[in-house]
């Protein structure tokens, strides 16, 4: 079985400050795991996604993700928060050749002029 | 493409009534989702389509809900009767193969309110 246990339902940071969303997965297989932004009222949109290739991922709008198999995280960052980043984040795990994704309970990042 | 295309965006109905969301994929895609979103339960995979054939619908709730895919171009998720808890948002997805290789496209949601 997989999940993902997403630290902090709520983030703010100034802008131009580092952005650090926080993830941690449990898979009893290989996992793929996935960010996703989701601005109000839209559908998700794909941020990034790790598939067992390069543990560093780099996604849209600057965002990366490191997954880390020590401490079962994929934590997703941001050197420079912009305004335009506010929105709900969320992670999301899924086994090798599976399709169904199990997500995390989101995080609401805030960012502060 | 105009992305994947949900209707109605909003929905309002009173309690015992039948209820049918619909999805319209990216064409070509092959690989059709449709989640719930609620405050509760975060957001939640229902049921997935491969090629019109449903995979896994181990989220459907219960047997009120069903989903049909009669064509690669159009999906329904029905509900008879709805319930009040069945109030949330309803997502529908398409990918062009496995969302491990590919991008997971979203459409806008049904905002679904059972009264």
């Known amino acids: 079985a997989q999940s993902v246990t997403q630290l902090g339902s709520h983030v703010s940071v100034s802008e131009g400050a580092l952005v650090l969303l926080r993830c941690n997965y449990s898979?009893?297989?290989?996992?793929?795991l996935f960010w996703y932004v989701q601005y109000p009222n839209q559908g998700l949109q794909l941020l990034l996604k790790?598939?067992?290739?390069?543990?560093l991922v780099k996604g849209i709008n600057g965002f990366e993700a490191e997954f880390k198999k020590s401490e079962t995280s994929f934590h997703l960052t941001k050197p420079s928060a912009h305004m335009s980043d506010a929105a709900e984040y969320f992670c999301?795990?899924?086994?090798?050749?599976?399709?169904?994704?199990?997500f995390g309970t989101g995080t609401r990042l805030t960012v502060i002029p | 493409d105009a992305g994947v295309i949900q209707s109605p965006r909003h929905e309002v109905t009173e309690m015992g009534q039948e209820v049918t969301l619909r999805c319209k994929p990216i064409?070509?895609?092959?690989?059709l989702f449709w989640y719930r979103q609620t405050m509760m339960r975060g957001l939640e995979l229902l049921i997935y389509?491969?090629?019109?054939?449903?995979?896994?619908d181990s989220g459907m709730p219960e047997d009120r809900f069903s989903a049909k895919m009669p064509n690669a171009s159009f999906s329904t998720l029905k509900i008879q009767p709805s319930e009040p808890r069945d109030s949330a948002v309803y997502f529908c997805?398409?990918?062009?193969?496995?969302?491990?290789?590919?991008?997971?496209?979203f459409g806008a949601g049904t905002r679904l309110s059972v009264l």
């Open positions: 790790y598939t067992s290739a390069a543990t």
């Open positions: 064409s070509g895609h092959d690989y």
């Open positions: 898979s009893s297989v290989p996992p793929y």
């Open positions: 389509f491969n090629n019109n054939v449903p995979i896994d």
């Open positions: 997805a398409s990918t062009q193969g496995t969302i491990a290789k590919n991008i997971q496209y």
């Open positions: 999301a795990v899924t086994a090798t050749g599976a399709n169904n994704l199990f």
